[in-house]
């Protein structure tokens, strides 16, 4: 479930009072895309990425944040070219925040942005502009040497040869779905020499190779990568007590701990969950009921997080303001019969 917010910022550029809407918690079940987009819902939330004033045009992550020249630019004929007659798209809005973070030489945003906008074209089926953004986004990390800090494996303390990989990862799909895949290749055979005996990265330069060799430029997922079928978890395949979790206190949940639960969800064979982190090893070993306590506690003892339960059977409900049980359906509403 995601679950949003609205705030009212000042503009950086003009000082006008804007009310922007942010994520106060999402999640995701099922397999990210190659290029790290993750699944749903969290997929569906990108629309609240960029911050827009609706009053100087001017955008950004952070609407009350900027560079001294932005100002200044966005007063340009360039720039206000994303804003025809008033109007943008969000495909629009990710391109004017990278021109004003290439104006100020901001590196990650520069990145960040472009990526978005592909994510953006994509969503608006304008596979002209995704080809160009993703051929100009890999030129970019070339140039720059940029490092993507996402962890291909879900490592639990990854470092600076796992962001490679996983950037790595990002220009391959890159440039296979822009259709270049003489420029693929080359990147796969990197990947190939960093795989070494990484079943995980094996598979996936073996996906990657049979769908390069076929000119394939469509959009595949990790799961496809390495041969699952894909299946979103559903309410049903969870515990009440992983469904409280991920339900309500998603945001809260290690990486790993959220993929450990979705993946026993799923039903996945233990030899693909994506993580080497021992502890999470055992805990899945042991089931979800097990898992599932193990993060009860830990958002315990780190947040002060209690599970709400049923006064009557002591299940976990669906929500922390629920008034009634969807085990034994005992009900505490004020206007209900007390079934106690």
């Known amino acids: 479930m995601t679950t949003y917010f609205t705030k009212t910022v000042g503009c950086y550029c003009c000082g006008g009072q804007v009310e922007v809407r942010g994520i106060a918690s999402t999640n995701s079940f099922g397999f990210s895309d190659l290029d790290f987009r993750p699944a749903e819902m969290a997929r569906s939330t990108i629309a609240t990425y960029p911050q827009y004033c609706p009053n100087c045009h001017y955008a950004w992550y952070d609407l009350n944040q900027g560079d001294p020249a932005s100002p200044d630019a966005i007063q340009t004929s360039e720039y206000r070219a994303f804003f025809r007659e008033g109007q943008t798209s969000l495909s629009d809005q990710f391109a004017a925040i990278a021109s004003l973070a290439d104006l100020a030489n901001e590196t990650s945003i520069r990145i960040r942005a472009r990526h978005h906008r592909i994510w953006a074209a994509d969503d608006a089926k304008d596979s002209q502009l995704a080809t160009t953004t993703r051929l100009e986004l890999c030129e970019l990390i070339q140039k720059t040497n940029y490092a993507f800090e996402f962890s291909f494996d879900d490592s639990p303390n990854p470092g600076t040869e796992t962001y490679r990989i996983s950037t790595l990862l990002i220009q391959i799909d890159l440039v296979r779905r822009a259709r270049n895949f003489e420029t693929a290749s080359a990147f796969l055979l990197n990947l190939r020499s960093s795989a070494g005996d990484n079943r995980f990265l094996t598979e996936i330069a073996q996906f990657l190779g049979e769908r390069i060799s076929d000119h394939d430029s469509a ?114 509403r004020p206007t209900s019969h007390n079934t106690m």
Request: proline content about 6%; hydrophobic content about 35%; overall charge positive.
């Open 219 to 332: 959009c595949y997922t990790f799961g496809d990568a390495l041969g699952l079928a894909e299946r979103v978890p559903q309410a049903k395949d969870l515990d009440p007590l992983s469904d409280y979790l991920l339900r309500n206190h998603g945001a809260l949940l290690k990486d790993v701990e959220r993929n450990a639960l979705r993946t026993i969800a799923a039903g996945r064979n233990q030899k693909w969950w994506m993580t080497s982190d021992p502890a999470i090893l055992k805990l899945l070993e042991a089931g979800k009921p097990t898992l599932a306590s193990h993060v009860e506690q830990r958002l315990k003892t780190e947040y002060g997080i209690s599970v709400s339960r049923c006064p009557k059977c002591a299940a976990p409900l669906r929500t922390p303001t629920a008034k009634q049980c969807a085990r034994c359906h005992h009900s505490w």
